[in-house]
């Protein structure tokens, strides 16, 4: 049994290409089901996210999957030329590799970012809804799933936020042990402090108050966060209520200074205060900072932070590409130790087929038995060959070698001629 | 007997200390509970040990500074389990665990003093203050531990750098919880350990305050805690100046314990307790 992975991710492929093919498995059941009708596809998955489109199959016959993942890709507008360009092709030892790192998000576009793993968990709940797995794929799924939380772990790959947004969070959370409960407010607007409240709230940031120049914007804003809406001359009086706040306009002046941020303190019993200035140039005196309960945070310091955090994640990510090679190689010997079960079964369908034809003909030769003389006839055929078959067969599930099971296995198929048509194609060639 | 209950208690306490550095380097969850798990059975044979000592001396065995600091040890690793169930921060045991297993080894490595004991240490009384101070120093030692982490992480957050400890400490508002509870707690148990010292010495002495270096510093270090508490609840101090001044109100405290011992002379010196022969 083979396994072959193809497909094409963001480093490969244009978006536009991916979203070609991400279209096609919306609709998984024709995918399945039109996969599923050729012979070759054994057991299969396949799995779609923003950054990759990838099908795996365990099968006989690894270049007849190949063909028809290709065809099935190109069946969809999709012009074979730029196919070609980005599509890869993993084979056994590498698709499982390949595989193993995808899902522990070595292979992402953010390195550690935990979102692959439940996508590719999805994606295989899929494929068991639609009975196209067997037990070689159950067995790598699984094994891939524990892979990937072992990296997760053992290794700080998800430990360090990378992004600027997620950054605040993490600071927020050193700062106020947990978000729950707690006030943001937001201090005009812009995509990276949206994302940032989106997070902030997403960790349970509990009430919202989005402060804006023109009060329209603000209650637009307001509603889509769930909050209320102030006007930006409010802003000082919101320093009472507020745990977070996240400013992000373009105005040229500061737009609160340290008296005032030290005269609420006193007024809010001294609960600790972060403030994230998002905006260029600044909204917030950097003196702020130097209160005591107050924490301020401007995009440069986020960006150093995020700057070494990718550090961090580099050197985690060798750890992890260890880990992963290490696992590959245990998954690759265990099917290596399957692949010996059809030569077992062919022994013994040989050695029944040899015993059984010369039952037949001793039988004719002495005539008329008793029943149980036949039976004892056919005991003892049985335990002979059983017994002469005994060693080779432990032989061939103890002793192959993992990095070339077909060695082993050639020389007994061989020595039993168990494929008579090899042979004769053989002696032809001389 | 006695003493190897208190070989076994080092045994314990070093093991946790081992634990609870592993689980500060490492941060897996199972090590520092295995690292409580260890300590509860050290404090199993240390109470154990103590109750055997008392049963055998007739009274509480704090005649010695060694005697004492096993009863502190005692102490400080019962507070600190209490802290360890109630608040989710873990990382203070690998501060206390290493303290108690060095305060328990003092016992053993200090001299044991022989003579006749002081008849002052052999009341009820008396073993009622010695409980309820050192009680209150072992609370005011973890908010004085859990200051100093503070300060640490409140110097990384500030200072925006990030290193080793950053990512091993608790946040700030867990670290404020801690100093608040243990004040709560200690600043009480102080305040009863110095009332009942006070009233056993007018009862013995025919006074309630005698001008000891020991008295005198306590009641600074008990001075220093109400006006922390006092700010605490009715201003809303926090953070920082709350863990300086539990930093502080501690250094205060180690002098009283530790300096009126063996730098002052007065009533409460272990010298004043063992009378030669």
Request: charged share 20%; net charge neutral; with cysteine.
């Amino acid at each position: 049994m083979n396994l072959v992975l193809v497909g094409l991710n963001h480093k490969t492929a244009s978006v536009d290409l991916r979203e070609k093919l991400a279209g096609l498995l919306t609709d998984l059941d024709a995918a399945y089901q039109h996969l599923r009708k050729q012979p070759a596809m054994a057991e299969l998955v396949l799995y779609a996210t923003c950054n990759r489109v990838e099908s795996l199959c365990a099968t006989e016959e690894p270049d007849a999957a190949i063909a028809h993942f290709r065809a099935f890709f190109v069946g969809h507008k999709v012009p074979p030329g730029d196919l070609e360009a980005s599509l890869y092709i993993h084979r056994d030892r590498d698709a499982v590799q390949h595989l193993f790192r995808v899902a522990a998000s070595l292979d992402s576009l953010v390195v550690g970012e935990p979102q692959i793993l439940g996508q590719i968990k999805e994606a295989y709940r899929q494929a068991t809804r639609h009975q196209a797995t067997g037990p070689i794929l159950n067995r790598l799924l699984h094994k891939t799933f524990s892979v990937a939380k072992r990296v997760r772990r053992e290794t700080g790959i998800g430990d360090h936020a990378v992004s600027i947004s997620y950054a605040a969070v993490t600071l927020g959370r050193k700062i106020f042990g947990s978000l729950a409960g707690k006030t943001a407010v937001l201090v005009g607007a812009g995509e990276m402090a949206e994302l940032a409240l989106e997070h902030l709230k997403s960790d349970g940031v509990g009430r919202i108050i989005v402060a804006n120049r023109t009060l329209e914007r603000g209650l637009q804003l307001a509603q889509r966060f769930g909050g209320e809406a102030v006007s930006l001359e409010e802003l000082a009086d919101q320093l009472l209520p507020a745990d977070i706040i996240i400013s992000s306009t373009g105005s040229p002046q500061y737009l609160l200074t340290r008296e005032q941020v030290k005269g609420a303190m006193r007024r809010r019993k001294h609960r600790p205060l972060f403030f994230i200035d998002i905006a260029v140039p600044r909204d917030l005196d950097p003196a702020i900072n130097d209160l005591d309960n107050v924490y301020l945070y401007n995009i440069d310091d986020l960006k150093e932070v995020v700057e070494t955090n990718w550090q961090r994640r580099q050197q985690e990510a060798v750890k992890a590409e260890r880990l992963v090679a290490a696992e590959t190689l245990k998954f690759q010997e265990w099917l290596a130790t399957l692949q010996v079960f059809p030569t077992i079964i062919a022994l013994k369908e040989k050695a029944d087929r040899i015993c059984e034809a010369e039952l037949e003909r001793t039988m004719k030769q002495l005539g008329p038995l008793t029943e149980e003389q036949r039976q004892a006839l056919e005991v003892l055929t049985q335990s002979i060959t059983q017994k002469l078959l005994h060693d080779p067969i432990i032989f061939l599930k103890g002793y192959h070698h993992p990095q070339r099971p077909t060695r082993e296995l050639d020389t007994v198929r061989r020595l039993f001629n168990l494929d008579p048509d090899r042979d004769a194609e053989l002696t032809e060639e001389d | 007997m006695g003493n190897a209950l208190i070989y076994l208690t080092l045994i314990a306490y070093f093991g946790a200390t081992a634990l609870w550095l592993a689980f500060f380097l490492a941060q897996r969850e199972n090590l520092c509970r295995a690292g409580a798990w260890l300590l509860a059975i050290g404090l199993v044979f240390h109470t154990i040990a103590l109750i055997a000592r008392t049963w055998a001396a007739g009274y509480l065995p704090v005649a010695t500074f060694g005697q004492s600091l096993l009863v502190s040890a005692w102490a400080l690793v019962a507070a600190f389990l209490i802290l360890y169930w109630l608040l989710p921060i873990k990382v203070l045991g690998a501060l206390s665990a290493p303290l108690a297993a060095l305060m328990v080894s003092g016992d053993l490595l200090l001299p044991q003093g022989h003579g006749v004991v002081s008849p002052l240490l052999q009341s009820l009384w008396l073993t009622v203050h010695i409980i309820l101070a050192l009680l209150g120093n072992a609370a005011l030692t973890l908010a004085c531990l859990g200051g100093i982490f503070y300060l640490i992480q409140e110097r990384q957050l500030k200072a925006k750098r990030f290193g080793f400890f950053y990512r091993r400490l608790p946040s700030l508002e867990q670290l404020d919880a801690l100093n608040y509870w243990c004040l709560t707690i200690g600043f009480p148990l102080l305040t009863a350990g110095i009332i009942t010292g006070s009233l056993y010495a007018q009862h013995v002495m025919g006074r309630f305050w005698h001008w000891d270096p020991k008295e005198i510093l306590t009641v600074l270090a008990w001075l220093i805690y109400a006006v922390l508490l006092h700010e605490r609840l009715a201003v809303g101090w926090r953070g920082r100046r709350a863990a300086i001044l539990a930093i502080c109100g501690f250094l205060v405290l180690l002098v009283a314990f530790v300096g009126s011992n063996l730098w002052f002379t007065g009533y409460h010196s272990f010298a004043s307790f063992l009378k030669k022969p």
